[in-house]
C-alpha cells in the first residue's frame, strides 16, 4: 500500500518506520524543516544540538528503551542522577529524595510526613485507575495530604500547568505520574535517574529516517507540511517555508499536484487535524476533536556564561513569578559535552490567547528577567551568550474528570483514515516514550482498519 503519514514527529515517525518494515511506501509530510515534532532539535553551533523543548527519560520508560535496542542503538542512552528543587517562599529548596521532603520547611511537619505519606500509600496500594477517573487531583490532595500540600506544593504546579483549570485536572493525570513514572523504592528510593541520549535525539530520528527511506521507496519531506487531505485519499502539500506562517494550514500556500494514497495517518494535533480532514470527519468524531482543550508552551531557551544555580530542575511555586520552572540542562548533562557550554531553559505553559505568546524574544526575556533575578539576584543579562524561544500551541492537553470519554479512537470512523496525538496518551502524560507506544499503535490500527 502507499501511506501518507502527517507529522515527522516520535509518534509518525515510529509509524512509518513499523509501516515501511512492512513493506509499504510511505511519505512522511511535514511542516517544520527538521524532525521530532515537539522532541525537536536545535543546532547551538559548533557542532552541538539540545532539544528545542527539554527532554529526558524516566526508568519506567520501556517503550522507547525497546526502539533503541531495536535499531541497534542501546548504548546511546545514559542514566544520570537528577537533581530537583521548588522556588517557594524566596528560595529554592532540594527536592529529589524522601528526606528533601522531610527538610522542606514551607510544609509543618506534619504536613510533610502527611504529603509522602500519601505518595507511598498512592503507590503501594492505589493501583486501581478506575479509583481515581471520577475525582480531582485539587479534592485528592486536600484530603490525604493536606491544605498545606495544595497551597505550597501541588496547587502552585498544577496552576502553572493548567492555569485557571487546575482545580479542574483529573486525579488520574496526577495518578500516572506518582505510579507509573517514579517509585520510591529501589536504586531510586535516595534520588532519582533519568535517560538522556549521547547525542540529542536527532541520532534517534536520523535512525528511524533510514529505516523509513530504505527498501521501500518511502520519503520523509521535511518543510512540507499537508495542507489538506480530500475523499480518495488525496494529499495536498504546502510550499516551503510554510512553517513561517504558523501552524494553520489554512494559511499555507499549497505547491505542486496532489498525491493521492490508500490510506493516511495523521499525528497532528485536533485543531490542525480539524482544518486539514475535518471536512472528511463524521460529526460526533469532529465533536471530540473539539471537546478537548490544550495549553500552548512558551519555551526561552539561553545560553550562559556560567551556573544559573545548582539544580536540574526547579519547580517555580511562586506566583508572582512569570514563568513556571527552570532547567538547568547542564547541571544534568555535564558542560565539557558542549565545549564547556551551558544551557537553560525558561518553560511556562499558557492559555490559547496569553499576550506573552505574541511577544518577541526580547520583550519575554524583559518580562522574565525579575523573576530570574529573584531566585538568583546576582543574575545579570550579560551572562547570556546566545537565545532562543519556542512557542507550541498543542503542547498540553488539559485533562479534565471526564476526560476519557472524550478521547478520540485511533480510527476516526473513515475507513483508511487513522489519528494518533498527543490527546490519546491516557492516563499517561505526553513523551517521547508514550509516543512510540502510540506510534506502534497507529501502524496496526492503520492496517487493521
Known sequence: MRIAVLGAGMAGLTAARRLALQGHEVDVYERWPGLGGQAATL??????????????????????????????????????????????????????????????????????????AAVVALQRFGRDQARYEGMTAAG????????????????PLLRGKFGDRAEDVAMVWLWSKLTLRRRLEGEEARGERLGYPRGSWEPLF???????????????LIDRPAVRVDAGFTVTAGAPGSFRRGHDP?????????????????????????????????????????????????????????????????????????????IEHTNFVEPERYDGRRFLYVSNYLPHGHELLGRSLDEVLDRYEP???????????????????????????????????????????????VLA?????????????????????????????
Not at 372 to 396: C, G, M, V, Y
Request: proline share 7%; hydrophobic share 40%.
Open 421 to 449: 496525538n498527543t490527546t490519546q496518551v491516557y492516563p499517561e502524560d505526553r513523551g517521547t516514550n508514550y509516543a512510540v507506544r502510540l506510534g506502534e499503535d497507529a501502524a496496526r490500527a492503520l492496517l487493521s482498519g
Open 43 to 116: 543546532d547551538v553551533g559548533g557542532g552541538h544540538r539540545i532539544e528545542r523543548y527539554y527532554h529526558h527519560l524516566f526508568t519506567s520508560d520501556r517503550h522507547i528503551q525497546a526502539l533503541y535496542r531495536e535499531l541497534g542503538m542501546p548504548d546511546e542512552l545514559e542514566w544520570r542522577d537528577s537533581s530537583n528543587a521548588f522556588f517557594v517562599q524566596g528560595r529554592q529548596w532540594p527536592f529529589t529524595s524522601p528526606l528533601d521532603l522531610l527538610r522542606f520547611k514551607p510544609l509543618s511537619p506534619l504536613g510533610r510526613v502527611r504529603m509522602g
Open 371 to 417: 523573576g530570574l533575578r529573584r531566585i538568583n539576584p546576582a543574575f545579570d543579562r550579560a551572562w547570556i551568550r546566545s537565545s532562543w524561544l519556542f512557542r507550541e500551541p498543542a503542547a498540553q492537553p488539559i485533562v479534565t474528570v471526564g476526560y476519557k470519554a472524550r478521547i478520540p479512537d485511533l480510527q476516526t470512523g473513515v475507513p483508511g483514515l
Open 250 to 326: 489554512r494559511a499555507f500556500e499549497p505547491a505542486g499536484e496532489p498525491e493521492r494514497y490508500d490510506r493516511v495517518l495523521s499525528t497532528l494535533p485536533n485543531d490542525v487535524m480539524l482544518d486539514v480532514a475535518g471536512h472528511l470527519l463524521p460529526d460526533a468524531y469532529a465533536a471530540k476533536l473539539r471537546s478537548i482543550e490544550y495549553y500552548a508552551a512558551l519555551c526561552l531557551v539561553l545560553e550562559l556564561d556560567r551556573p544559573f544555580s545548582p539544580y536540574y530542575w526547579t519547580n517555580v511555586a511562586d506566583r508572582d513569578l512569570p514563568f513556571i520552572g527552570l
Open 140 to 155: 485528592w490532595i486536600r484530603s490525604r495530604m493536606g491544605r498545606g500540600a495544595w497551597d505550597h506544593v501541588w496547587g
Open 206 to 220: 536520523e535512525a528511524l529516517v533510514r529505516d523509513i527511506e530504505s527498501g521501500s521507496r518511502g520519503r520523509v
